[in-house]
């Protein structure tokens, strides 16, 4: 891997701000998180699981946004063991803190933090996980690097990210969008961070291979994402919780956006049986160990 350009990074990282820390992202996942978390318990169980964890375990979650997998993290490892939950921006993190207060959930913290940075001693825990948020990282390589520092000698750490864009989540969705829109954005920096990033194989495992873990797994797997709802219900929370996606949306005339949305809806349907929608999700999930 080439060294990363520090003008590149600084541009992704004023992006990711701007898409993950801003009041439209914040409110659209409190109206949508018991609903998405129900949509990707696939992902989380292929963490947990992808974790090995066991009560008693010192655990890193790395942009756990709302709370997933931490607060499932934290039930694996009660009563003794203890799980820190990060992310960026207070507002996401405040919404996974309130919904740990209502469900009676105590072996957790909550942080605000850069995975980029992270605030916290080497050696310090067990397991890091992070789902759905490694290819958000604007510097990937230095955050895997963080996230072998704060490991233990030996700990383990699990990843899981969306796999290719030809998969129904996106195709069905942003992909359509992208047909429409007056100007398509240019695609993605092949060294920076994307949504479907790691849908090309092996790049996860060898950025986890090249931040130094040990061991070094990457496995994709399709889940079923269970949408309890109506196929316009899945459109509309993807179009108010999908930061990246937002600003084709924006750029559409009233028109050109109901074309796009009957497109959009009808590719939806495909999984649709009348009363709820089961898309086959593609993730990628990677593992690797602390030498
Ligand atoms: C798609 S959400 C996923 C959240 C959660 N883990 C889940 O699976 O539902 C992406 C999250 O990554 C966080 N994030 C992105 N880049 C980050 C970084 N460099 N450091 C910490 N958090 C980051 C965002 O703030 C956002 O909450």
Known sequence: MSAPD??????????????????????AWRKWHAHI???????????????????????????????????????????SGRVTA???????????????RKRG?????????????LPFADES????????????????????????RVLKSGGRAALVAWGTKEQPFFSATAGILLRHVPEPPPPPDPEGPSPYMFGERDRLRHALEAAGFASVHEEARIVNGHWAGTPEEYWEQFSEVAAPF??????????????????????LKKFWNGRELNMPLEIVIGTGMRP
């Not at 990060?86 to 740990?100: C, F, H, K, N, Q």
């Not at 913290?109 to 850069?114: C, H, I, K, V």
């Not at 825990?125 to 072998?148: H, I």
Request: with cysteine; net charge negative.
């Open 125 to 148: 825990y067990d397991v890091l996980t992070c789902r759905f948020g490694a290819m958000f990282f604007p510097d990937l390589a230095k955050a895997l690097r963080e996230s072998l």
């Open 6 to 27: 520090p003008a590149k990074i600084q541009k992704f990282r004023a992006q990711l701000h701007q898409e993950w820390t801003g009041d439209a992202t914040v409110t």
């Open 246 to 267: 937002r600003p084709l949306i924006a750029q559409l005339t009233p028109e050109k956006k109901a074309t796009a949305v009957a497109e959009i809806l009808a590719a």
């Open 105 to 117: 959930i105590t072996n957790i913290e909550f942080r605000e933090a850069s995975a980029e940075s």
């Open 86 to 100: 990060t992310d960026l921006g207070p507002g996401m993190i405040s919404l996974a803190e309130e919904l740990a």
């Open 37 to 79: 978390a129900a949509f990707t318990r696939g992902a989380t169980d292929a963490i947990l699981e992808a974790a090995q964890l066991r009560p008693g375990l010192f655990v890193l979650d790395l942009a756990s946004g709302v709370g997933d997998p931490a607060l499932s993290i934290a039930a694996k490892i009660a009563p």
